[in-house]
């Protein structure tokens, strides 16, 4: 099982970015999705995951109505959008799957990481 994200990089404050995030090695359509970030000297975080079908998502406060988790099943990607980006959003963001069809907030509980990719913000 390999997932690759990508689409981190420096942007202003402000500014919108969309990461990728492309599995391979499973059936992505029976897995849940998330996106959790780390921050220097912090502890890995959730910020949004979807399941299985797309229908529904969960997100935290901290990106809630800035941020948009969805997904392409024949695409094998979960993406996440990401508007307004302030500096305390700076992070590594890594997406997840879990086996399961619906998503949780909790690291623990997910099979797969990918590798992470750096988001920097700055002000």
């Known amino acids: 099982v390999q997932l690759q994200a990508s689409g981190g990089g420096l942007v202003q404050a402000g500014d919108s970015r969309r ?7 499973l059936s992505f359509g029976n897995y849940a999705m998330g996106w959790f970030r780390q921050a220097p000297g912090k502890e890995r975080e959730f910020v949004a995951a979807i399941r299985w079908s797309g229908g529904s998502a969960d997100y935290a406060d901290s990106v809630k109505g800035r941020f948009a988790i969805s ?13 307004s ?5 700076t992070a590594v963001y890594y997406c997840a799957a ?4 619906v ?14 990719t750096l988001v920097t913000v700055s002000s």
Do not use: F
Request: proline share 7%; net charge positive; aromatic share 10%.
């Open 19 to 25: 990461l990728s995030c492309v599995a391979s090695g």
């Open 71 to 83: 997904r392409d099943n024949a695409k094998n990607t979960v993406y996440l959008q990401m508007n």
């Open 85 to 89: 980006l302030k500096p305390e959003d």
């Open 98 to 101: 879990r086996r399961r069809l």
């Open 103 to 116: 998503p949780s907030v909790t690291p623990y509980e997910y099979d797969h990481w990918g590798q992470g």
